[in-house]
Structures are given as C-alpha cells and as structure tokens.
C-alpha cells in the first residue's frame, strides 16, 4: 500500500513541474522581443546664440525719378531694369518753351539795367545840383527812391533769369544716385507736370549695399542687449533654404517697442554686388550674438505631440522613456536643448516609430 501512495505522489511531482515549464516557454514566446536601436550620449557643446526672425529686403536708397517742370517728355535715354550711374541721363522734357522764357527774362534784365543807368546818373546830376543849392530836396529825394526802384528791379530781373535757367536745366532728368532703374511711368509724347500722377517718372533704387528690415521680440531684444555683443553677425536664408553667402551687419535698431506688436525694430546691411537680392524679397534673418555650452541632438530625434516636442530616451531596465524637452535654433542638422536633458543621459535617434512607453530596447552606440 505504501508502495503505491509513492508512486502517486511521484506522479503529481511530475505533472506540477511540466505545467510550469510550459506556462514559462508560453510567457516567454508571449514577451515582444526588444526593438533594436541607436543611442547617442547627450553631452554639452558650444553653440551659437541666435535669434531668428522673418524679414524683407529694400533699396538701401530708393528715389522717385519726378519732373520739376510742366512740359512734352520727349526721350527716354535709359533701358528699364538696368543699372546706372549717379548722374546718367534718363529723361528729356521739350526744352524750347524754357530757352524762350529764358530769353525773355534776359531782355527783361536788360531793360531793368538801362533804367538803372539812366536813375544813376540822373541821381548823381541832381546830386551836384542839390549841393549847390540850386534843386530843391524834393526833387534829389525823388531821384534818389528813383534809384532804389531800379536797383531793385534789376534785382528782381536777375532772379526770373536765374529762375529761367534753373527750369531750363530741369528739362534734362538725370539719375540723382548710382542703382538699379525702374519702368517708365510716363510714356514718350506725354505731358508731365511738377504735380499729380503725371509727376512721376521712373524710381531708382540702389541695391549694393542692401537692407533687410526685421523684427524682434521685446524678450528677444532684452535678451540680445543683455549678451553685450558689440557687434553681431547678421546671416540670411531665402525662400529656397539658400543660405546667403555673406553675412551682414546691423546697422539700425529702434529705440521703442511697438505697443500692438510687441516687437522692436531693426534693420542689417548686406553687399550686394552681383544682386543676388532683390527689393521686396521675404528671407529668414539670423541675428548670431556670441556663442554658449548646450546640448544638441539630431533633428530626427525630435518628435512633436499635443503636448510639446519630446525625444525618447532609455529609462530603468532598458525601456523606452518619453521626456518632453524645450528646444531652441538649429545647429546644423542639430536642434539645441534648452531644458528638459541632462549631460550622458541616452537618447535614441531612429526606430522611433515602433517605440511606445516602456518598450524593451536593445541600444547601440552611433557611429
């Protein structure tokens, strides 16, 4: 009988051990295996401090070409677009109205200066007589206002002269400044005048050196004077990504905050030689204010969600972990840290699709 219990009992040992063994191979083949992935140490570096912001371009001078007298436009001596020197003819208005005012107003001068001789020597005659008592002071006073008179309409004769020849020098419409024409907004045959739409001509607008107006936030400002950078680089990207290849300069940075915006005004300056850029033109503006210790990760190892941007990295027991961060500028193909990671902790840069919270992975160091 006893015998028999033990063989029970052997029996049940039995059975107990290999259902454990086959709950453990299923748990086992039930456990997802880890996701593969690259890690990168987050480590400190030194990077630019840069303040970005959208702006446009301008003419570093820009002039409305106008016309100074009423007359018929009669040439055109520039070809639209181009470029031109200070001084280069544009326009002529017919001359010959000006030439005969000018002639006129010469004559005048002329006559007004006879006059003027004749008052002269009338008055010094007179003089002679009144010193001999022989005229009464009646008539050497009215010689004498006689002079005056005619010493004052010559006067008045040279200035219509000059006036003349001043309207008829702006018969010729020269480029007041070195730049880049505009089209013609007056057509050949057209009156023109020193008043009203018919006024304006062409506009020139100089564009070696270029300015780009821009705006910074009140915070951003603070921030960029607080730096004490005495002189700031200045770099621009256009619409295509093109990184403009020669940095500028600030030259101008308002002295108050615009109440609605919140922004504050400045203004770089750029050679231009080959006018790679254009008036009007939209392009991203980087101010760089010195440099500072950051850390930096990849472009791809930033993700965004409702909540914020976030990287993954590798918590306790080797599992993925979300940790939202708060990033800053670019860096090259690296996006700056500005909180939210501390220096050697790992962070995963690809595979990022198939990680979930708590996901086992199995890291490899990149590169």
Request: charged share 20%; proline share 4%.
């Amino acid at each position: 009988m006893n015998k028999i219990l033990i063989v029970i009992a052997a029996a049940l040992s039995l059975g107990v051990l290999s259902a454990c063994s086959q709950g453990d191979a299923q748990q086992a083949a039930a456990a997802p295996p880890a996701v593969p992935v690259t890690v990168i140490q987050a480590a400190t570096r030194e990077v630019p401090v840069v303040f970005e912001s959208v702006g446009r371009t301008e003419g570093s001078r820009e002039v409305q070409i106008r016309a100074r007298v009423a007359g018929i436009l009669e040439k055109q001596l520039y070809t639209e677009g181009d470029a031109v020197k200070a001084g280069a003819p544009l326009f002529r208005i017919e001359r010959a109205p000006f030439e005969i005012d000018l002639e006129q107003q010469k004559g005048a001068l002329g006559q007004e200066s006879a006059k003027l001789e004749l008052a002269r020597s009338e008055f010094e005659r007179l003089k002679g007589l009144a010193d001999r008592r022989a005229i009464s002071q009646r008539e050497i006073d009215q010689a004498s206002a006689t002079l005056r008179q005619s010493e004052a309409a010559v006067q008045m004769a040279r200035a219509r002269v000059r006036q003349a020849e001043l309207n008829l020098s702006y018969t010729a419409v020269d480029a007041p400044i070195a730049g880049i024409t505009g089209r013609a907004q007056q057509s050949i045959g057209s009156l023109v005048s020193p008043s009203g739409e018919a006024a304006l001509l062409t506009t020139l607008v100089k564009t070696d050196p270029i300015w780009v107006r821009f705006a910074m936030s009140e915070a951003e400002f603070a921030s960029l004077r607080a730096r004490d950078a005495a002189d700031p680089e200045v770099k621009l990207q256009t619409a295509d990504g093109t990184e403009f290849a020669v940095a500028g300069k600030l030259n101008f940075s308002g002295s108050t905050v615009d109440a609605s915006l919140g922004t504050v005004q400045m203004r770089a300056e750029f050679d231009n030689p080959k006018l790679q850029l254009l008036p009007g033109q939209y392009v991203k503006v980087m101010v760089v204010a010195g440099k500072r210790q950051a850390i930096t990760v990849p472009q791809t190892a930033v993700l965004q969600n409702e909540t914020g941007r976030y990287v993954w990295t590798i918590g306790p027991e080797g599992k993925a972990a979300q940790r939202n961060v708060n990033t800053g500028n670019w860096v090259g193909k690296d996006w700056v840290i500005l909180d939210g990671l501390k220096p050697g902790e790992s962070v995963i840069v690809d595979n990022l699709i198939r990680l979930r919270p708590g996901t086992a992975v199995q890291a490899k160091a990149a590169g």
